[in-house]
């Protein structure tokens, strides 16, 4: 049996990000991961001069944890952008169109890009520009509000079909209208009340206006990162291919897992909620039930690759996304790797990434096992999009079942919640994307925070 300060649970970017933080300040740990492999969901597999990230692939700027870490790394001159142009599309009636210059998650911070794209109606583009006269919310009435509905109430329906739903809610494999503006988007929220109008509060803000772009990655895909990350951790703390399965007593825990019994002063869960729920029913019912409130989507990334001559589409861009209302399709979004990141793909050569499922077709995995199937799938929605003229030359599928949080209307109160029952219990802190980090950057920023809050109470 082993005695160690604080047991790390969960061997992603954030049980990571935690375990480093705890090394910096000196704090004995063990971190235990199921999987033999580190890093979650950050996975990038080489195959034959590509470099295939299968789940995340960029590092939003201005949540500036992750640069700072790859800084830390040693990483930091490496860390590069995505190639120009940057477009993304948006596919409508079967055509691409280009989201308008300088919008910022969707919203044109300028009049004349809205107004000479085609992508909403010459109505929908009116009832757009009607944000820059249109009140903020009463300060009375600040509940939370799905995306649907604050997009409805500023910029029209139009722009829940054409916009919001493409942009802000799939990139989270989420349903527009059940996801919460507080939880994910709450920049937006401060700025209708700042500004009034969005559109003039993110023009004056600058915010579309990074000379580099607004993310970053690394040569190696994102897998360089927590490669480093984990090479920078005393290897005898980190234990793979372990599962914990209990947490028993609270002073002090006793963490048994697939191989030993461990001893904590304090522990911190960076698992998935559903996981946190398993190890918490016994002990920590009502906490185990608020984690088993909180919803997850499954998602297939299928890579792709090609014979440049193949696609008669230019791909100049970073790739589109499909809208709900566009029907008879199965992918929800697309990548062109080769076209948004340097040096991805051999000469001539593309890859692209197509992403299947989410609250689009909550069921879409299990309905197609087979990973040919569904890679046959996405290929056939491409080759109709991009005018692909023949088979892919590769295709890999990564299943991601159950790994997408949604921050539905009411997460934050759920959060309190969660917050409020672990008072009862000190030493016990539970982080990761589950909770509050819907992405890699505050997945870093909450796990070594978190690791800040288990080193000071010991
Ligand atoms: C397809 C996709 C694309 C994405 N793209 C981006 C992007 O481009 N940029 C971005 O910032 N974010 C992106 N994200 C989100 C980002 O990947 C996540 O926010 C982040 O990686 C989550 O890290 P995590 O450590 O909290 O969770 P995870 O990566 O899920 O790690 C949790 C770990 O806990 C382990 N575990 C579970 N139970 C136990 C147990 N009982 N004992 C031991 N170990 C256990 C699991 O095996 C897993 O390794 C994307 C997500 C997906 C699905």
Redesign the pocket.
Known sequence: MERVKVAV????????AAAYELHQQGVHFRL????DR?????LTEKHNGFTID???????VQKPS?IELCQELGLGERLQPTLTPRTAYILKQGVLHALPETSVLGIPTRLTPLFTSELLSPFGRLRFALDLILPPRHMASLEDESIADFFTRRFGKESVAYLAEPLLAT?H?GDVNRLSMRALFPRLLETEQSHGSLIRGLNRRGAASMADGM?RSLPGG?GEMTEALASALPAECLSRS????SIDEDDPFVIR?TGDITVASAVIL???AS?AA??LETRHPKLAKRCLEIPHNS?A?VALTYPRSAIKHALLGSGFVVPRVETGLSIIAATWVSSKWPGRAPAEKVLIRA?IGGARDPDILSRIPNDEDLAHLAHRNLARILKIECYPQFSRV?R?KN??PQYEVGHLERLASIDHELQHTPGLFI????FR???????IAE?RATARSASEGL
């Open positions: 649970v969960g061997g992603g970017i954030t049980g990571l235990f991961e199921t999987s580190l890093g979650g969901l950050i299968a789940g995340p692939d960029s590092l939003l992750a990139i494999a993310f994102l372990t599962r914990v399965i897992t960076a698992i998935p996981s398993v190890l998602t990334t992403f990564y991601w790994r997408s982080t990761g994307t589950s980090g819907i992405g890699i950057p505050d997945c796990g």
